[in-house]
């Protein structure tokens, strides 16, 4: 009889639990950001945001250039507290200008949750990208999104 | 005998001549004369120009603000070696790039090297970046 009422209680948190999601849709989406410099790129650094207001960031994940080969710069606190609907994410490298990457690379990937059905409207802004040098570089950044579902 | 005279008894009398000549009555300097006076004077030094001219009261107000200028710098805190730079414009990762340059070989150094970075990338409007 115990175990009856136990098992009673768990289904009725489960329903409940079950409408509570259905309450609330959202979707998963990664963010790749890639950034193109004809010239070696030693430090970067972009501020993604959403102007339609959908986005929450739950992590950013290192690129692919082996320069930058731990994860990069963000603020992991708002990240942690669901407090990200904008993100800056940073990173350098003390590599030799040899190792440093060029031409079109991707330098991060932010992932999403989205809170609506409502496409995110991205913007995306390159604050600055530096040479070995430690000269401002005229690079161009892009993204591209990948959406998957619940 | 006069009290003054008495007086000169003790002196040689060349001595007393000689100051009896020269107490003669003082030259009164009419108000006239003192006018004709000042007016010679003033003719005589009209072209005359002060060999410090006068300097107008904007040098004194000048004068007062490097002072007030030199007091404020020599108030102001000096620059922490914790603090490697001091830059007019938002820091930003080219910042975190050259201290880390600054630092390198320093393993300790990294702590204030990724709180430099965490400030670039700060989302609250304490340690936002721009």
């Not at chain 1, 999403?112 to 161009?140: E, H, I, K, P, Q």
């Not at chain 2, 107000?61 to 102001?76: K, N, S």
């Not at chain 2, 430099?116 to 970046?129: D, E, I, T, Y």
């Amino acid at each position: 009889m115990k175990n009856l009422f136990i098992a009673l209680v768990l289904l009725s948190f489960s329903i409940s639990g079950q409408s509570h999601a259905d309450e609330h849709d959202f979707r998963f989406a990664a963010v790749d950001v890639y950034l193109d410099s004809a010239e070696p790129v030693a430090a970067w650094q972009f501020e993604l945001d959403d102007r339609a207001g959908v986005m929450k960031v739950v992590g950013v994940e290192q690129g692919d250039s082996p320069a930058y080969a731990r994860a990069p710069y963000y603020d992991r606190e708002a990240v942690r507290l669901g407090d990200a609907d904008r993100i800056i994410v940073a990173d350098y490298s003390l590599a030799d200008a040899v190792e440093l990457p060029s031409g079109r690379v991707r330098v991060a990937t932010v992932h999403l949750m989205l809170n609506s059905d409502d496409d995110a409207d991205f913007s995306l802004f390159l604050v600055t990208a530096t040479t070995y040098d430690g000269v401002v570089t005229d690079a161009r950044i892009s993204l591209a999104v990948r959406t998957g579902s619940e | 005998m006069t009290h003054n005279d008495d007086e000169f008894e003790a002196l040689p009398d060349a001595l007393i001549e000689a100051l009896k000549s020269a107490d003669e009555a003082v030259p009164l300097i009419t108000a006239r004369v003192d006018r004709e006076v000042l007016k010679m004077a003033r003719e005589q030094f009209e072209g005359r120009k002060p060999a410090w001219p006068r300097r107008p009261a904007w040098a004194a107000v000048a004068a007062g603000v490097l002072i007030m200028i030199f007091v404020v710098q020599l108030d102001q805190p000096t620059q922490q070696l914790n603090e490697p730079m001091r830059v007019s414009r938002p820091v930003d990762i080219s910042d975190v790039l050259n201290l880390a340059r600054e630092r390198s070989g320093n393993p300790a150094a990294q702590a204030e090297i990724d709180a430099l970075a965490m400030r670039v990338v700060s989302l609250s409007p304490a340690g936002a970046s721009r």
